[in-house]
């Protein structure tokens, strides 16, 4: 097994893909990951319209051809006709993660009482975790990071702070992350010293 982690990054979002604005999703998950992210990764992007069938071959592609571990949607989970973000997510699924969909609205109720709007959920496909982001470009830092006092300190922990032990146990490389950014949580037993990762 390669220690370098393989990230999916899925855009979703019709006027992004079809030229009418510039996609600001990918840059923003690609910067958030490179500051985050203490070992090596890389990247495979993918900017698609709100359409289910394009998602779900986005994310079977991802997980199953590319081997990513892990796959970022960001876009389409709010309530609208055209988002279907989840609902593709969940088609392609093997299990559900509930905790990450009820933490990441917990952060963004933090920032915008409209988070109950979003529907993102998180999912496990084969040995992959796949995690939907609203789509706002900010929502991304948002979700990923948590919400912190004046001072730094963690107020509500982001999801990213859980990624690296769910990628372990699902028996995928081990990742480890830049505590000023956001700090990987996982039992003691799970550590690996600095000199054998
Ligand atoms: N990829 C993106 N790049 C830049 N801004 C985005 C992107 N996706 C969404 N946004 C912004 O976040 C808002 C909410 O995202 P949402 O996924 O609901 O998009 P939308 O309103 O369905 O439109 P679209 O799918 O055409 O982006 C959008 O209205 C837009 O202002
Ligand atoms: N962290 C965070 N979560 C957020 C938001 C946000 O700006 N920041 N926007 C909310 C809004 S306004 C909506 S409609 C839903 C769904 O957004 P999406 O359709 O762009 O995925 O996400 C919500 N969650």
Redesign the pocket.
């Known amino acids: 097994m390669s220690d370098v982690l393989k990230i999916g990054l899925v ?6 893909s079809s030229g ?7 840059p923003a998950l690609r910067d958030w990951l490179t500051a985050a992210l203490a070992t090596p990764f890389e990247l495979v992007t993918r ?1 698609i ?2 359409e289910q069938a394009q998602i779900e071959a986005a994310l079977c592609e991802l997980v199953d051809i590319a081997c990513c571990r892990l796959v970022l949607t ?5 309530p ?1 006709l ?2 279907v973000t989840p609902d593709a997510t969940l088609a392609v699924a093997d299990r559900l993660m509930p905790g990450f969909g009820e933490q990441m609205r917990q952060v963004s109720l933090h920032y915008v009482p409209t988070a109950i709007l979003s529907r993102q959920v998180g999912v496990v496909r084969k040995q992959s975790l796949i995690l939907n982001l ?4 900010k929502s991304i830092r948002e979700t990923l990071e948590g919400v912190r006092d004046a001072d730094g300190k963690v107020l509500v922990h982001g999801v990213f702070a859980s990624v690296p032990y769910c990628i372990q146990l699902l028996d995928g490389p081990y990742v480890d992350t830049h505590p000023a950014v956001v700090t990987a949580f996982r039992p003691k037993s799970a550590i690996q010293p600095k000199d054998e990762q």
């Open positions: 855009s979703v979002s019709d006027r992004a009418v604005y510039d996609d600001k999703g990918i900017l319209p709100d960001t876009g389409g989970t709010g609208a055209r988002d609203p789509g706002q470009p």
